[in-house]
Every structure is written in C-alpha cells, then in structure tokens.
C-alpha cells in the first residue's frame, strides 16, 4: 500500500508526529558532575603564599642576626654604657682605639693564633682522614677516639688541660721524673698561648678529618692507580693526586679555621683566666670586647667599635683566603 493521501485532490504524503524546533539546553544547576577519574583541579594559590613559608626563618634571621649586627654598627658611633643611653660620638671610640695599647696587644695574639691554629688544621686532619679512611678491623674505635674531643664541651676540654698543665699538673709530672724543672705553661706569657693554641688544634682535629673523609671519599681510585703504575710512590701520589683533588676542601677548612681561630675566646679565657694572663699580654679581641662590655659601667659603645673591627678584619680573611684560591686555580 502506498504511505500517501489525497488532500483537495492533492496527493500527501503521511509524516510522522509533529516535532518542536530544537531549543538550547537550559543550564543544569546544582554541583558539576566529576571528571574523568585520576584528574585533579588545579587550585591556584595567592603571590604571597610562598612569602608566607619563608616568614619564619625571615624573622629568625632579622631578630637575631640583622637587628643585632646594625644595632651594634650604631652603637659604635656613641659613648653608650650599659646603663646610660649613649650620644652620638661620631668616630671618636674609633680614634681611642687607635691609641689604645692593649687594642693593638689583643690584635696581635688574635692574628699570631691565625698563624698557629691555621696550618696544622689544614694539614694533619688530613693526613688523619687518609689514615682512618682505610677499612681494617678496629678503625671504627679510632674513629669516634679522634671525633670525641669535638662533641666534648670547650670548658671542659679547657678545665682539663688547665689541670695538666698546671705546675703540680700531669705533664710537669712527667718533666720532672724525667729530670727537666717545671715548666710554667700557664704563666708564661708565649708558652700560655702556645699551649690555648695546641688545645684549639687537640679540640678541631676530628671536626675538619670528617670534611676531609667525605672529600677524600670522591677521589677516583683510578687516578691513584694510574699514577701508581707510572711509578708515583705513596708520597708523591699525595702531592700529584690527593692535594690537588681536595684543595677546594682545604681552601674551606682554611676559612673555617682562620675564623674561629680570630674569634677564640674559651680555650684562652679558661687558661689565662678573665685578665688575659699576667699583664693582660694574653688578651685576645674577643676577650677585650668583654672585659671592656660588660658589668654595670661597661662601655657599650667601645665594645661595639672593637666587634666592629673584628667583622671587618674576619671578612676580610675571608676574602684573601678565597682570592688566594681563585688566583691558584686559575694558573
């Protein structure tokens, strides 16, 4: 049969149902369907949310570095007291300083103790990191023997060398069984510095040995072979091979230990006691800064001016030290 109709004598042809004119689909309301799973929406952050990690350490670092560092740079310039706010001076603690004896009698012990501590601290932890580093039964014991005097508090490292040294001490003992008087080590005024020196290197042996392990630790083995097999003995396969691999580590070690060295206080103060030795000959910066800052009439703003200096002179150090370096790596 023939899907069609006459309509006024037309013929039609039969459509299904009558469809509405398509309509945009109204928004659906009510909360978006999820994702395809393992997909996240990114959430953006404000501009100072990562200011806002760094917000704590900021505060750290300016309460208790910056704020003191310029607080004590302006007390320099005034006659402050510890318990007097000072006047503006300008530069005249500046001045006193450089007419002031025992200024220039703690510069020098604080620059021959550089001239002491330094070189044995570059160079025997590293001959005693060569020798721990070897695997044999026992080194273990030798290792943590050598690292001992390092976690062992300063005062009492200091106390029991005072004890030693003494005049009665242990090591006067020895001396006069042996036929030698007693020697004053810590009444003469070389021979206490000498022996506050040989205390600072007793104490940083085993500090510096742990650097120089983990540098010696990334020498290549085939380096000391090759030069092994051209015939290199174990003396100059130090200076061809080891020296040059850890000579940024020493360079380190150098700074360091000029640093420390130029800001010793305990080992000194606990051996010559709180005047600096006989005479005060023994007086270092560090130590003048405190006879000279505290108590009720201590003298703040003179006490500022020599920490002043100290900065200056340690950076500078510093920066010899790293120059040396740059001008040796370069040739």
């Not at 006024?8 to 395809?36: C, D, E, F, I, Y």
């Not at 510890?82 to 006047?87: H, M, P, Q, S, V």
């Not at 039964?137 to 004890?163: C, D, E, K, N, Q």
């Not at 000579?247 to 305990?266: E, G, P």
């Amino acid at each position: 049969m023939s899907d069609t109709s006459t309509r006024n004598g037309a013929p039609v042809a039969k459509t299904g149902p009558a469809t509405a004119p398509s309509q945009p689909a109204a928004p659906v309301k009510g909360p978006r369907p999820a994702g395809p799973p393992g997909r996240r929406r990114i959430r953006t952050h404000l501009p100072s949310t990562p200011w806002l990690f760094l917000l704590p350490g900021f505060s750290i670092i300016g309460g208790f570095v910056l704020f003191p560092f310029f607080s004590t740079v302006s007390s320099s310039f005034t006659d402050q007291r510890t318990l007097i706010a000072g006047k503006w001076v300008g530069g005249a603690n500046y001045q006193e300083l450089w007419h002031d004896d025992m200024f220039w009698i703690a510069l020098r012990n604080s620059l021959l103790y550089i001239v002491g501590v330094v070189p044995p601290l570059v160079i025997l932890p590293l001959l005693l990191a060569m020798l721990v580093q070897r695997y044999v039964p026992g080194i273990s014991f030798f290792r943590s023997a050598f690292y001992t005097p390092v976690v062992a508090s300063v005062v009492v490292v200091g106390l029991i060398w005072v004890w030693m040294l003494d005049d009665r001490g242990l090591v006067n003992a020895v001396l006069g069984a042996i036929g030698v008087g007693p020697v004053a080590f810590l009444s003469d005024q070389w021979l206490l510095l000498i022996s506050a020196m040989l205390v600072t290197v007793w104490k940083g042996l085993g500090y510096y040995m742990i650097i120089y392990m983990a540098a010696l630790g990334n020498v290549p083995k085939e380096l000391h072979e090759a030069a092994a097999v051209d015939g290199a003995g174990a003396i100059r396969r130090f200076f061809t091979v080891t020296v040059p691999a850890v000579r940024s580590t020493m360079v380190l070690v150098a700074a360091l230990s000029s640093v420390n060295a130029f800001k010793v206080f305990s080992e000194v103060y606990l051996m010559a006691g709180p005047n600096g030795g006989p005479g005060g000959e023994d007086t270092t910066l560090v130590m003048l800064i405190k006879q000279v800052g505290t108590g009720l009439s201590g003298r703040v703003g003179y006490a500022s001016a020599i920490s002043v200096v100290v900065f200056v002179i340690t950076l500078g150090l510093m920066l010899l030290v790293l120059k040396a370096d740059k001008k040796e790596g370069d040739a």
